[in-house]
């Protein structure tokens, strides 16, 4: 290559801000399509903003680009990949967007590949979810099967008169899931990163506390034995495999009180619980994901310190963000604070996060968590 | 404060591109000042093309901003802080850059404190010059007083001739600078943060190699001695409160045969020798030295790998800049990658530069001299 490459990237949120940043380190250009303006993009890179269901916004964005990939497996990158021309890389694939996307066809994806999930249904009528949440027995988890986030999208169900109020909120068209609930003792959490060609990695496990359904806190080593770290290892290869993914892909996992391990959910992109990999790790998800998207060699995800925490700022009312207690935060030693630039804040909507290294677990939590306790938005 | 502050800076190079990254990150709004368009911090901020010697211009930039600071101590930071509104912070101080600038004002200021640097004679006519080369013993060093850098300016001079044509070409109105040749054994560098309040840090002390007479790669940390690195810490903290630094201050050292240590070359600015900072340490030079201009808690300085070496990428020939071989320095594992985004390439120009993180300064130095032989601008 004689210039530096062009990256486009569908979205406007954190998760496209940090992989420009580290695009932008490598001398890349970046190009973001939007649908309204975005203040977390502003001013940096190229921002178009469009109707980016429009397959002439989406040809005219592409053409400047030679790769265009995704903040979020919702953006219509499927649809761009339709329109691109034929020299434009678009990652990840349509294919893998469509198995990630819908949260029947990722589960019974996992299933047939012989991968470990919870018992679930995909319940096509009310009667089918009622039936479904009696066998597996109460408290039964439904789930909407697209646009779930963050708990949004989610209820878990106590009884049938939840399971009929549940029903009506979260049923689409092609019903919900319906999902055993598991009694876990922690969630886990990794990444693969991997490239057109074939190039893998897999970023540590790491142990992840969810609160009120959002992710709360990260904790980089997960204390695990060997074994499970390769056992973690093997799904996600398997895993990354079975959806064809090329980027990145995140696989958050239940583990069960026994020890055995169960795949929750996956995303095809960066992902909040690979934050930590920004300082803590040899090459960040950020700087991997692009590197994969050009087919370009992968870099070492290892750890580069012995522990890690990253702790959220979510929101906690509705307004403009005005973000107060910086200084206070930044007081508290070896914390790195990322702010996303947000404008309006609401209740737990992520503004930022930070990020401890340190010795151990303890003491990087217990950093991470005074810092991310003194910034309020 | 209830709003992001605005940071202000003067500069378009690879300096205030870094510094502009760290702002970003903790969700800071930057504004640049150049005096002509410049790719590096093209879509990175705010940024304004205009005269920066017009008052006016000066007096409407630091009017949009909380800070205002420099990449360069060229830049008419000075002429700026006379023109600023008085709710404008500028750092550092015009007193400081006056005391830095100038190569004679310098040595003068640090050997009137006590500091150790090389003997020195402000020569202010021809003659001056020569009797002290001849006092001093060939090859003796003559130095043009401002403006000059990564060897441009200064001159090794071996004979009177030499000296004739030395002065010619290097001396000022007000003369040129004589200085004992050191035959050294290494040259050491730190730096030290400091805000308004007096908090200060300092970095790591590092060893830097010169090639013709630019900086080709820096070792973090410098093999030295707890009592040395003591000894320089003093010393850095002594020279920032003689120079009444506020922001970064850059110290270049000889390392002497017998272990003694002389101040070679102070910078009021993040500084090539301490880019390894970003993947390295705590906190990033850039980082703190935004914190100290904002009067924010400085961060840990300190190295959270055991080594690290930096090697910069430099200009081969004149032209437009076209990065090649970059796919084959990331293949280089534990290497991070920095390219600044300049579009003319010239002999001797710094391009980027890459850092490779590891256990010892023998292993680094490896990794980041394979992926710097890989690229070419």
Not at 57 to 75: H, I, K, N, P, Q
Not at 91 to 99: C, I, K, Q, Y
Not at 219 to 227: G, Y
Not at 236 to 263: C, H, K, N, P, Y
């Amino acid at each position: 290559m004689s210039q530096s490459p062009v990256v486009g990237i569908l979205g406007g949120g954190q998760l496209g801000r940090m992989s420009a940043f580290a695009a932008r380190r490598m001398g890349l250009q970046v190009r973001f399509l939007i649908p309204e303006p975005s203040p977390p993009v502003e001013h940096l890179g190229e921002v178009v903003v469009a109707d980016w269901h429009d397959p002439r916004v989406l040809r005219a964005f592409a053409e400047g680009c030679d790769v265009v990939t995704t903040e979020s497996e919702w953006a219509p990158l499927d649809l761009l990949a339709e329109h691109a021309p034929s020299h434009v890389a678009v990652w990840p694939s349509p294919r893998t967007l469509r198995l990630i996307r819908h949260k029947g066809i990722q589960k019974q994806h996992l299933k047939e590949a012989g991968l470990p999930v919870p018992d679930f249904t995909w319940a096509h009528t009310r009667e089918e979810a009622l039936e479904a949440a009696t066998h597996y027995g109460f408290p039964v988890l439904f789930k909407r099967f697209q646009r779930s986030y963050d708990g949004y999208g989610n209820a878990t169900v106590h009884n049938e008169e939840e399971a009929r109020e549940a029903w009506n909120r979260l049923a689409d068209e092609d019903g919900l899931l319906v999902e055993r609930f598991v009694p876990f003792r922690r969630e886990l959490a990794t990444l693969v990163a991997r490239t057109p060609s074939g190039d893998e990695v897999t970023y540590p496990t790491v142990w992840t506390e969810q609160r009120d359904h959002r992710c709360y806190a990260v904790m980089a080593p997960a204390a695990i034995d060997t074994r499970s770290e390769q056992y973690i290892r093997t799904l996600a290869d398997r895993t990354m495999q079975a959806f064809e993914g090329v980027g990145l892909l995140a696989i958050e996992l239940f583990e069960l009180e026994d020890g055995s391990l169960l795949i929750n959910e996956l995303a095809p992109r960066p992902h909040n619980t690979a934050h930590y990999t920004i300082e803590a790790c040899y090459t960040s998800q950020f700087e991997n994901h692009i590197r994969a998207v050009l087919d370009w060699p992968l870099g070492v995800p290892d750890l580069k310190v012995p522990a890690a925490t990253m702790v959220n700022l979510l929101g906690h009312r509705t307004g403009t963000a005005t973000p107060q207690g910086i200084p206070r935060a930044l007081a508290v030693p070896r914390v790195s604070l990322h702010i996303y630039d947000k404008r309006r804040v609401t209740p737990g909507r992520k503004m930022g996060h930070v990020t401890a290294c340190g010795d151990s677990i303890e003491e990087t939590r217990r950093l991470a968590e005074q810092a991310a306790s003194a910034i309020q938005f």
